[in-house]
């Protein structure tokens, strides 16, 4: 039997998902997004079952929809920053995990232990999308130039192309990621957890 509420919270996660990605301004080849407020979120809503969201995403952008900070189609999913969007599945899988674990009343300490498990539930974003766009510019001079110049623009130096890589495309973005993106996520969860509950919904149930 289908479970339509299960099924609505699924594509409403994946299109905020794809909303968030169009909240971005460009640094570059690894543009700045909002995307991972929408895919935490995604597993807080969702659980374990998050990750369902983002593969409905990932299919709609292979389909042709530009719904990534890049536009959509298959170029995007094969492209130097894939390994982000394929890093999203596994960590809405993990922040749902955290979320089902650490949530039971909502009160202060639970939500910032939801906060803080984001962190590593974002792991697998940044290590994903660090591996495969060093593979990428490892063979482009283009995209090492660009990982050197945003490095130097950040007052960064290094000699080694791995670690200005690493830099560039995963240490500048976590600030924003986890004191914006992160602490909203928390906070948008919070307030529907809260607002379903008044109407005798659970979020597990939904």
């Not at 394929?86 to 202060?108: C, Q």
């Not at 080694?160 to 560039?168: E, G, R």
Request: aromatic share 16%; no cysteine.
């Amino acid at each position: 039997m289908v479970d339509y509420k299960k099924v609505s919270f699924i594509i409403a996660s994946a299109l905020i998902i794809a909303a968030s990605a169009q909240i971005n301004f460009k640094l570059g080849p690894v543009p700045y997004t909002m995307q991972n407020f929408g895919v935490m979120l995604a597993g807080f809503l969702l659980g374990k079952q998050g990750f369902l969201a983002v593969i409905l995403y990932l299919a709609l952008i292979a389909l042709g929809l530009p719904f990534a900070a890049g536009g959509g189609g298959l170029g995007v999913l094969l492209g130097p920053t894939s390994g982000f969007l394929y890093g999203f599945v596994i960590s809405a899988l993990l922040a749902g995990i955290f979320r089902e674990v650490i949530w039971k009343k909502g009160d202060r300490r639970e939500i910032v232990l939801l906060w803080l498990s984001t962190f590593l539930a974002s792991i697998p974003i940044y290590l994903l999308g660090f591996i495969v766009f060093y593979k990428f510019a490892l063979a482009n001079e283009k995209l090492l130039a660009w990982a050197e110049k945003a490095a130097e623009f950040f007052g960064f130096e290094s000699t080694s192309p791995a670690v200005l890589l690493f830099f560039s495309t995963v240490l500048i973005f976590i600030p924003q990621d986890f004191f914006v993106d992160h602490l909203l996520a928390v906070l948008v969860f919070k307030y529907v957890w809260e607002m379903l509950r008044e109407r005798g919904v659970e979020v597990d149930r939904a």
